[in-house]
């Protein structure tokens, strides 16, 4: 299996400043496509988790703009460009590229 | 986008079958694919297994091989996760999602059912 490893596990974070997180998978997520296949789900809450980013760089339709993703192969980051209150949750990250799917451990952000 | 119906919490006692559905709401319900996630009590996302309904090819997780049985219903846009004897670390949320070919991520989730086994 795809071992998907996340820094930090908990994040705090000021209101209007910006956050980061990694992720490092233990196999390369480039497929010969060109596609890295990396996800970004956030949990709030209470919630089902909704998907943030797909492709290591696509925003999924209605997320702010405020997110965004970047990285290749096998070093990712998810990064908030300014944090509001109603981001706070778990992140997850995601690889799609084996069977089976695997899930980073998780991040905690909260104010 | 399609919309995701999940059925209701369940309490069971140990040994006992079940069988929950994620009910999905566009005509095109066959042409996607459908993933179950668990979250136990506390702890993170676990990526269980995904089906295809036009087909019902089906792929677990190892670790959920011979645990549980995902299946699907595609005239009823319907797909089921079912255990035959539960055990209480069963115990868990467990939310469908959908995976638009060729791959966009799970971008729709179902609100998730509770399954409580003790």
């Known amino acids: 299996d795809i071992e998907m490893t996340q820094f930090p596990l908990s994040l705090p974070v000021t209101p209007g400043e910006p956050a980061s997180i990694s992720c490092r998978s233990s196999q390369n997520l480039l497929h010969t496509n060109g596609n890295n296949y990396l996800d970004w789900y956030l949990h709030k809450p209470g919630q089902s988790p909704q998907l943030l980013i797909y492709?290591?760089?696509d925003r999924a339709s209605g997320v702010p703009d405020r997110f965004s993703g970047s990285g290749s192969g096998t070093n990712f980051t998810l990064k908030i460009s300014r944090v509001e209150a109603e981001d706070v949750g778990v992140y997850y990250c995601?690889?799609?590229?084996?069977?089976?799917?695997?899930f980073g451990q998780g991040t905690k952000l909260e104010i | 986008e399609v919309q995701l119906v999940q059925s209701g919490a369940e309490v069971k006692k140990p040994g006992e079958s079940l069988k929950i559905s994620c009910k999905g709401s566009?005509?095109?319900?066959?042409?996607?694919?459908i993933g179950w996630v668990r979250q136990r009590p506390g702890k993170g996302l676990e990526w269980m297994g995904i089906i295809y309904p036009g087909d019902s090819d089906t792929k677990y997780n190892p670790a959920f091989q011979g645990q549980v049985t995902i299946s699907a219903d595609k005239s009823i846009s319907t797909a089921y996760l079912q255990w035959n004897s539960l055990k209480a670390s069963d115990t868990a949320m467990y939310y469908c999602?959908?995976?638009?070919?060729?791959?966009?991520?799970?971008?729709?989730w179902g609100q998730g059912t509770l399954v409580t086994v003790s």
């Open positions: 566009k005509y095109n319900f066959r042409s996607l694919w």
């Open positions: 995601m690889q799609g590229l084996q069977i089976p799917q695997t």
């Open positions: 999602a959908t995976q638009l070919p060729p791959y966009s991520g799970y971008d729709q």
């Open positions: 492709l290591g760089s």
